[in-house]
């Protein structure tokens, strides 16, 4: 069997645990941190929160690292069900990324990828990262430019990460079990809030948007798509029948009218895109899934149209569907963008150009021709292989097919062209269990090769 960690790879075996000194030491470090944060909490000015909480502070700390260390697919799990949960940054999310990233290094769950495998994602990832940087010089330093740099770079971190995690197919399940989780924690709060029922808590923007814990309903309604899809493809791809898959969905479902309660546009179209680029796929190789897949997007339409009528939001999606003044404001905006781009050779520089409506706008405008030809060469060096492994009947595996993967990215990608998704985790996380899936694939086929040379060695070795 080939080693995947050569390659960067991390095997389909189990991995075995740290041993008890790494634990003891990983606990009193963690110990000592966590007190010394709540010291010098204490010594700011500004600083009021009380004592049960200061004192819970190194509890759950250590809780989260116990966790880590012993159950590391756990805390992805617990992770992942709180990255719907976005209303202030940063956001218990991405410190617990931090704390996963920091865990699997150094106890070995994670290996980074190999520098010589995926040439033109590593091209594009690097790419990225040097256009950021010539274009936060060539522009001055500034605290807002700053700190989009650092959002930037965290989001990319984040795309490697998933990329070391989910390279093995039940890692994967547990990253999409928990992003599941979290998509159904906002979507039900969100019908529930539509219908009248009193929350402690806002999930419903100006009274016609669901927002969830978002700051904005054109991230909440892009979110519920990946999950929503998730869900048909596990009931359109398992192996036999099921009890829990009308479980399944119908949290689909309830994830899908969550995304037409955003009242996005662009999620709407991301959705429609989505559904027809897997159709696609389905239709290619399995007609009755695909008649299957139809089903389903009947059946939620007819509930959209239902749920719309009975809250009275006809007119509102009527008017919505209508140009905005809006709408003229962020062309005239992309159209500065586009300006900005073709004359500034390093581009405006990071949070240089504020509410481009637009990925490509904005990269453009900000990092100049090598922040775009950057981020297109790593989305096509991931988009071209999920292509052909989606036209091949066997692109697939227990955590997710290519096709979907495919679809997800091209309604997310299409969803971009109306709103500035760099910094959406989601998008980000899709990319990442894209990158781990071509991996996974390669890893799978080599085995196989591998093993079919072995057979035929043996056979040629015992021939008389």
Request: aromatic share 10%; proline share 4%.
């Amino acid at each position: 069997m080939i080693d995947g960690r050569k390659n960067g790879r991390v095997s389909r075996q189990a991995i075995s645990g740290p041993g008890i000194y790494s634990v003891l030491l990983g606990i009193m470090v963690s110990m000592l941190i966590s007190f010394a944060v709540v010291l010098i909490a204490r010594q700011l000015s500004d600083f009021d929160l009380p004592a049960t909480t200061i004192l819970g502070i190194p509890v759950v700390g250590l809780l989260m690292l116990l966790i880590g260390v012993l159950k590391y697919d756990w805390l992805v799990l617990a992770t992942f069900c709180t990255i719907g949960f976005v209303r202030f940054e940063p956001a218990p999310f991405d410190l617990l990324v931090v704390l996963l990233l920091v865990i699997g290094l150094a106890t070995g769950k994670l290996n980074p990828p190999d520098l010589k495998s995926r040439p033109l994602v590593w091209l594009g990832l690097w790419g990225l990262i040097v256009a950021n940087l010539l274009s936060l010089l060539a522009n001055g330093v500034t605290s807002a430019s700053l700190r989009f740099l650092g959002i930037t770079l965290y989001v990319l971190v984040l795309f490697v990460f998933v990329r070391m995690y989910a390279v093995r197919p039940h890692a994967m399940r547990w990253l999409l079990i928990g992003y599941t989780v979290a998509a159904v924690l906002n979507a039900l709060p969100v019908v529930l809030g539509f219908f009248g029922l009193y929350l402690p808590f806002s999930v419903v923007a100006w009274s016609t948007r669901g927002v969830g814990f978002f700051k904005d309903a054109n991230v909440f309604g892009p979110f519920m798509v990946v999950g929503a899809f998730w869900l048909v493809d596990r009931v359109i791809h398992q192996r036999k029948q099921r009890p829990q898959s009308a479980l399944w969905l119908a949290l689909a479902l309830l994830l899908g009218i969550g995304a037409m309660l955003s009242l996005s546009r662009g999620a709407w179209i991301n959705m429609f895109l989505c559904g027809c680029v897997y159709l696609v796929f389905l239709l290619r190789h399995t007609p009755r899934k695909g008649l299957f897949l139809l089903t389903f997007a009947v059946l939620l339409i007819l509930a959209s149209l239902v749920v719309f009528q009975s809250l009275g939001l006809n007119e509102v999606i009527i008017a919505h569907s209508h140009l905005q003044d809006y709408d003229r404001l962020r062309f005239n905006i992309q159209r500065e963008g586009l300006i900005a781009g073709f004359t500034s050779l390093f581009g405006l520089g990071p949070a240089g150009l504020p509410n481009a409506h637009s990925l490509y706008v904005k990269t453009f405008a900000e990092q100049g021709f090598l922040g775009l030809a950057a981020l297109g060469i790593l989305i096509g060096g991931l988009v071209f292989l999920l292509v052909r492994q989606a036209m091949n009947e066997g692109g697939n595996n227990d955590g997710i097919t290519a096709g979907v993967l495919l679809a997800l990215i091209a309604g997310q990608l299409v969803n971009s062209l109306v709103i500035d998704s760099m910094h959406w985790r989601h998008l980000w996380v899709v990319l990442g269990l894209a990158w781990a899936y071509l991996d996974l694939q390669a890893e799978i086929e080599e085995e196989d090769m591998a093993s079919d040379i072995e057979k035929r060695s043996g056979i040629l070795e015992f021939q008389p």
